[in-house]
């Protein structure tokens, strides 16, 4: 593939000689994904990669950044986790559905999360845990992720998306 130009289309479309667009009309490279209907802006669907370690926030990149709600908005928040261990022998896979608010001054509000575990595997005496973060700065939202316990390090890996409604 040749080297594209910053927003050339000829044989696909990059972004600083990144491709985003490949010669098969396929999405590649990109940090997030928002859809909307263009007659109905009131809701729109975006998908997130976040990342981290052991006892921590997760985020989208490697300063912190978490997720941004709209204001005055219900989120219907649906994600996968995965932990796992760097011998590959501990993990903990689940799904996690909530119900968040963001009101106009961009306070989080989780209404309810179902949580769903597709496998445990976490070793003896090491406890994992990943639950919705809210009370970081305004309008962010994320998940806290722990491991309690002498085990190696857990990386976490979550894929979520943010279904919006705004409901002024």
């Known amino acids: 593939m040749a080297n594209l130009k910053s927003f050339e289309s000829l044989g696909g479309l990059s972004v600083d000689q990144t491709s985003v667009v490949d010669f098969e009309?396929?999405?590649?490279?990109v940090n997030s994904l928002e859809v909307k209907?263009?007659?109905f802006d009131n809701a729109r669907t975006t998908n997130y990669v976040l990342t981290g370690t052991d006892?921590?926030?997760?985020?989208?990149?490697?300063?912190?950044?978490?997720i941004i709600l709209r204001q005055n908005s219900?989120?219907?928040?649906n994600t996968y986790i995965a932990g796992v261990n760097?011998?590959?022998?501990?993990?903990?896979?689940?799904k996690l559905e909530s119900a968040?608010?963001?009101?106009?001054?961009?306070l989080i509000q989780e209404l309810s999360t179902m949580e769903t575990i597709i496998k445990d595997s976490v070793p003896t005496?090491?406890?994992w845990t990943v639950v919705p973060y809210t009370t970081g700065a305004a309008y962010r939202?994320?998940?806290?992720?722990?491991k309690s316990g002498v085990g190696p390090i857990v990386k976490w890996f979550a894929y979520v998306q943010v279904v919006s409604i705004d409901w002024t």
Do not use: D, P
């Open 25 to 29: 009309r396929n999405l590649r490279n």
């Open 37 to 39: 209907n263009s007659n």
């Open 55 to 66: 006892t921590l926030i997760l985020s989208l990149n490697t300063t912190a950044e978490s």
């Open 74 to 77: 219900l989120n219907f928040i």
């Open 86 to 94: 760097s011998t590959g022998a501990g993990f903990l896979t689940k």
């Open 100 to 106: 968040i608010t963001c009101n106009s001054v961009g």
């Open 125 to 127: 005496g090491e406890a």
């Open 141 to 146: 939202f994320s998940y806290s992720a722990s």
